[in-house]
């Protein structure tokens, strides 16, 4: 026999759970099923543990997608100030970090729970540990089968997420679903992710693994002014993690170490009042020591600034303030934060996120090929798109 519900959601996340509840507010019978052991993992582990929860800037801007205003029509019906209102409402303490960033002040456990209670209320059902084997569609009703279970809704709503973070149980059941219903996916990639390299620059970058500064990261016209740090493996740091949404295999990005400064000018008037001080030294008026120490060392202009020509003083303001690479690759997906791309916008009604083919099928959240920047941006996406297909479903 199968057990019969009005609204099924595939995927406990904060999309997924955003939508249950709002579908539970019209009085619809709604089931989440989660194939791991853990609801809302990526809430969890989020902001070092203390969830970015939204950005009080958040609009379409802050987004990548194939049709960047797709997007507009979730944010104007459920905005950053609705989800602040629901976290004031259970008198979660929270605050701002830079550009906009709302973090918990304890925990982003508070948030899970939240979200939890707000299911109870609305007598949503939550299956973990439980994976769906087939999906059927017959009739505009959807058949789900698991290893030992039956159910049919007439509401399907995909919120399975991406591909970022496989040791949470991220996996790629959203686009088998896609692909299934003969659904575009557009391509995917890693997304805020830090860079990694090889040779002699994984060198450099190693020699100051840890060291912070910030910086101003650009790839064509596309421009994040933010920390950037140095790792074993690369570069890391917010700007970089921004600035990886834009990069494509094969393409380099250009760094700024000082974006404040044109070191051109400055070593040329430092050569005329200090000719005796060694250039790491001038550098480190402006850089870390050791940042300072490791770029005269790799370009080998370890002397007196007096005694420097034209040529090596431009090979250091170049190196500083135009500092150009090309990334072997990224950390991929077990570090990325999120997933670029996804079930293709063209697909999905932007007004209900029920897809445009099949009525009754919805896809919300990370699955979609909406990516929004660093700093809470991702979780509005979850928030607002839930909110909508809870309202539609």
Not at 1 to 18: C, E, H, N, W, Y
Not at 211 to 225: H, L, M, P, Q
């Amino acid at each position: 026999m199968s057990k019969k519900f009005d609204v099924i959601i595939i995927g406990a996340g904060a999309a997924g759970l955003m939508c249950a509840i709002e579908a539970g507010k019209r009085n619809k019978k709604v089931l989440i099923i989660e194939h791991t052991s853990k609801i809302a993992e990526k809430i969890r582990i989020s902001g070092g543990g203390r969830c970015n929860f939204t950005n009080i800037y958040s609009n379409y801007e802050n987004f990548l997608s194939n049709n960047k205003h797709f997007c507009k029509s979730a944010f104007s019906k459920y905005t950053q100030n609705d989800f602040i209102d629901l976290v004031k409402k259970y008198k979660i303490k929270f605050h701002e970090k830079k550009l906009g960033q709302l973090f918990c002040n304890n925990s982003a456990k508070d948030i899970i729970e939240m979200l939890i209670t707000e299911c109870e209320n609305q007598k949503v059902e939550i299956k973990i540990n439980t994976e769906i084997k087939s999906i059927i569609r017959k009739e505009n009703l959807y058949t789900l089968r698991t290893l030992y279970q039956k159910f049919e809704c007439s509401s399907l709503v995909i919120a399975t997420g991406g591909l970022s973070i496989p040791k949470i149980g991220a996996s790629d059941f959203g686009y088998q679903i896609a692909h299934q219903f003969n659904l575009k996916v557009t391509n995917l990639y890693p997304a805020l992710v830090p860079f990694t390299f090889k040779d002699d620059i994984l060198e450099f970058c190693k020699s100051l693994a840890g060291i912070s500064i910030e910086a101003s990261v650009k790839i064509n016209k596309t421009i994040f002014n933010e920390g950037l740090i140095f790792t074993h493996r690369g570069i890391s740091g917010p700007s970089i993690l921004q600035i990886s949404s834009y990069w494509k295999p094969e393409s380099t990005i250009e760094v700024n170490l000082i974006p404040q400064n044109s070191m051109d000018k400055t070593l040329i008037e430092r050569r005329i009042k200090t000719p005796r001080q060694n250039i790491s030294n001038v550098l480190s008026d402006f850089l870390p020591n050791k940042l300072a120490t490791a770029i005269t060392n790799f370009l080998n202009t370890n002397l007196k600034i007096g005694e420097a020509s034209n040529d090596t003083l431009k090979k250091i303001s170049n190196f500083i303030n135009y500092f150009t690479v090309l990334p072997t690759g990224t950390e991929g997906y077990k570090t990325a934060e999120v997933t670029l791309g996804g079930i293709d916008t063209n697909e999905i009604n932007s007004s209900t996120m029920e897809c445009k083919k099949y009525s009754g099928l919805y896809f919300i959240g990370e699955v979609v090929d909406v990516t929004g920047h660093l700093g809470g941006h991702n979780f509005q996406w979850a928030w607002s798109s839930g909110y909508v297909a809870g309202q539609n479903v």
